[in-house]
């Protein structure tokens, strides 16, 4: 007599496994997050001047405010005009690329403005331009 062997099979039931496309998933995510490009804010709203020949800035830029009381804002804390450089020399290694946007109200003292866009210029960035508004007509 001849014996047979009967081997058990346990037949799994058909499915579709989900792990590989998490995987893909997380992938992205992580890829997107280190990718992107977070919008530095001053931290306060001015009334910037209006102008014919404003034109927006697509670069990755420091945004620093001057309120009409005199006050500095750069990376949503006031600070002194005689820090403006440290600031700006930290957040430029965060971000080579960017200008200097310094957002004056129409009403802040034209000499703390100066001082401002010329501690921006001795950080090492050369390009420091004025925020404004475009005119309504």
């Known amino acids: 007599m001849r014996m047979r062997r009967y081997s058990q099979q346990v037949e799994e039931e058909p499915g579709i ?3 590989p496309m998490l995987d893909v998933v997380f992938i992205m995510l992580i890829f997107f997050i280190v990718t992107s490009s977070f919008i530095k804010e001053s931290g306060v709203e001015v009334n910037r001047p209006q102008a014919e020949t404003a034109a927006a800035q697509d670069t990755g830029n420091i945004l620093i405010a001057v309120t009409a009381d005199g006050q500095v ?3 949503k ?3 002194d005009v ?3 450089r440290a600031h700006v020399e ?3 290694q965060e971000q080579p690329e960017g200008v200097v946007v310094v ?3 129409q009403d802040a003292r034209t000499g ?3 001082k401002v866009m010329d501690q921006a210029r001795l950080a090492g ?3 420091v331009v004025l925020a404004a508004s475009t005119e309504a007509h």
């Open 112 to 114: 703390l403005v100066v």
């Open 17 to 19: 496994d989900l792990t």
């Open 73 to 75: 804002w750069l990376d």
């Open 82 to 84: 005689r820090s403006v």
């Open 77 to 79: 804390q006031v600070v």
């Open 103 to 105: 957002q004056a109200d």
């Open 125 to 127: 960035v050369p390009d």
């Open 90 to 92: 930290r957040m430029r």
